[in-house]
């Protein structure tokens, strides 16, 4: 995908790099804990990662072929040392600790040029809710975590151009996911573009319309650079 026009802007983003998994904190809300991934997850992230409903709506579109492409390609993203680089975490039920998900800041090359969540959910919890409760939790996370002041590149569709802007999140659907389109939207985000090109998932052919959206900082804003 071609990435979208960008502008300068100055704005304050959680410092980096990120604090390691160690000394991040649980965020726990009425059902779920999330927190940092560990070598343990591997099975669970593994049972995540099979399920073919959940690994459609990915870039590859492809489950994992084996725990050794899990542990490899996913995983190891979001363990020391690479730790510090992203801010993703693994979603589990308070009541028994089990893994449902992942979900948090998982990317390091931002298409957008704001800080961009992800989440996914295993098939069996779909339509309960907890995708929003994740999220909502998630994002009142983000915006406590120290900040640094810096000058970014974003899209320029995000900001009207024009003096201060808020600092964003941003996030990206399949706009054939209308699911996943409407917990963002019940979190907050705004749609703020949509284009259509070819599509990455192994085996489809036809091309792909995503949608992309924003949600602006309650507090922390952001100057369109001259």
Known sequence: MAEPPKIKVKTYLPTQPFPPNA?????????????PFT????????????QPEVM??????RIDASK?????????RYLPPNDIRTYHNVLC??????????????????????????YML?????GQGYATEFLRAFV????????????????????????EVPEMLSAMADDDNPASKHVLEKAGFREFTRWTGPDTRVGVVDDITLVGFVLESPGQKAKVSP
């Open 56 to 61: 459609y709506f990915t870039a590859v579109g």
């Open 23 to 35: 000394e991040r904190k649980h965020i726990r809300t009425e059902r779920l804990v999330i927190r």
């Open 140 to 163: 009142d996370h983000w915006w406590t975590l120290p900040r640094s002041e810096v000058e970014i590149e974003v899209a320029a569709e995000s900001v009207d151009g024009s003096g």
């Open 122 to 126: 295993k098939r069996e919890y779909w």
């Open 39 to 50: 070598e343990e997850d591997l099975d669970g992230i593994y049972t995540l990662r099979t």
């Open 68 to 76: 050794d492409e899990t542990r490899a390609s996913y995983l190891a």
């Open 93 to 118: 039920l308070a009541s028994t600790g089990e893994i449902i998900g992942t979900g948090g800041m998982p990317k390091i090359d931002l298409f957008f040029g704001w800080p961009e969540i992800a």
